[in-house]
């Protein structure tokens, strides 16, 4: 379970900010390739914590092809959760791939796409069903805001039965001051024939660029207590999360 997209939305936001926009307007190459690391107080997902309240080292790779707007890229993380669910490994690799870009004959170009395909490897998790999962995403956004929605056609996550499953997520990354952004999002979890354990969170945050790297401060919920750790504790009770990220 990853939580990329959003925190590159809020990065994207950041860098377009102040006097780096007029940088960013500049033509960008045809082929790119990014890199990010990251130390996160713990690993949120969707809301729920991955990693049991503690740290996670985090870290991914990015290609885009500019004139396309194809791109592709793989993100990693420490987990915990599939050993607390009695499988093993501790390792969570997203694959994925897409394509993004702006919609045709609307005015300024004002709404934006972003479609894709995104793959959860659990290495050597050994649950039954497996966690591993594959989501098929879609998103639009206008300005600083944006609506995307992702579809599982495996089951999500390890759950039974729950092939079909959808998350909508809602949100904003707005620029509030030069190098400082405000992170908002809601989503909702719906969990194919495991209605008891489909929820809502909810994220409140601030970016800031601190010029070696990008800090990042957030309070996350989601509103359910069907997810629990072996000592019984709530993974969607609200928490402070602290993230520290650095792109090259």
Same mark, same amino acid.
């Given at each position: 379970? @990853?939580?990329?997209?959003?925190?590159?939305?809020? *990065?994207?936001?950041?860098?377009?900010?102040?006097?780096?926009?007029?940088?960013?307007?500049?033509?960008?190459?045809?082929?790119?390739?990014?890199?990010?690391?990251?130390?996160?107080?713990?690993?949120?997902?969707?809301? +729920?914590?991955? &990693?049991?309240? #503690?740290? %996670? +080292?985090?870290?991914?790779?990015?290609?885009? =092809?500019?004139?396309?707007?194809?791109?592709?890229?793989?993100?990693?993380?420490? *987990?915990?959760? &599939?050993?607390?669910?009695?499988? #093993?490994?501790?390792?969570?690799?997203?694959?994925? %791939?897409? @394509?993004?870009?702006?919609?045709?004959?609307?005015?300024?170009?004002?709404?934006?796409?972003?479609?894709?395909?995104?793959?959860?490897?659990?290495?050597?998790?050994?649950? =039954?069903?497996? %966690?591993?999962?594959?989501?098929?995403?879609?998103? *639009?956004? *206008?300005?600083?805001?944006?609506?995307?929605?992702?579809?599982?056609?495996?089951?999500?996550?390890?759950?039974?039965?729950?092939?079909?499953?959808?998350?909508? #997520?809602?949100?904003?990354?707005?620029?509030?001051?030069?190098?400082?952004?405000?992170?908002?999002? %809601?989503?909702?979890?719906?969990? @194919?024939?495991?209605?008891?354990?489909?929820?809502?969170?909810?994220?409140?945050?601030?970016?800031?660029?601190?010029?070696?790297?990008?800090?990042?401060?957030?309070?996350? @919920?989601?509103?359910?207590?069907?997810?629990?750790?072996?000592?019984?504790?709530?993974?969607?009770?609200?928490?402070?999360?602290?993230?520290?990220?650095?792109?090259?």
């Amino acid at each position: 379970m @990853k939580s990329k997209a959003a925190g590159k939305a809020a *990065v994207l936001a950041l860098v377009m900010t102040g006097a780096t926009l007029a940088r960013a307007e500049e033509a960008a190459p045809e082929h790119q390739l990014g890199y990010n690391v990251a130390l996160a107080s713990e690993y949120r997902y969707r809301g +729920l914590s991955q &990693t049991r309240f #503690d740290p %996670a +080292l985090q870290g991914g790779a990015d290609y885009t =092809h500019t004139p396309s707007g194809f791109y592709a890229g793989t993100w990693l993380s420490t *987990v915990k959760w &599939t050993k607390d669910l009695g499988g #093993d490994g501790n390792v969570e690799v997203d694959l994925y %791939a897409g @394509k993004r870009g702006t919609l045709s004959g609307i005015p300024g170009g004002a709404v934006t796409y972003d479609v894709g395909a995104l793959y959860y490897w659990y290495p050597s998790n050994d649950l =039954h069903p497996n %966690a591993n999962t594959f989501e098929l995403y879609g998103q *639009v956004g *206008v300005g600083p805001a944006y609506l995307k929605y992702s579809h599982a056609t495996t089951n999500l996550f390890g759950t039974p039965d729950s092939k079909q499953s959808g998350y909508l #997520d809602l949100g904003a990354n707005v620029p509030v001051a030069e190098g400082l952004v405000l992170n908002l999002h %809601a989503g909702r979890q719906r969990v @194919k024939n495991n209605g008891a354990l489909s929820y809502t969170d909810y994220k409140i945050g601030l970016t800031k660029d601190v010029g070696f790297a990008s800090v990042a401060l957030a309070w996350v @919920k989601a509103d359910t207590e069907s997810y629990l750790s072996p000592q019984g504790r709530n993974l969607g009770k609200s928490a402070a999360v602290l993230t520290v990220s650095k792109t090259f």
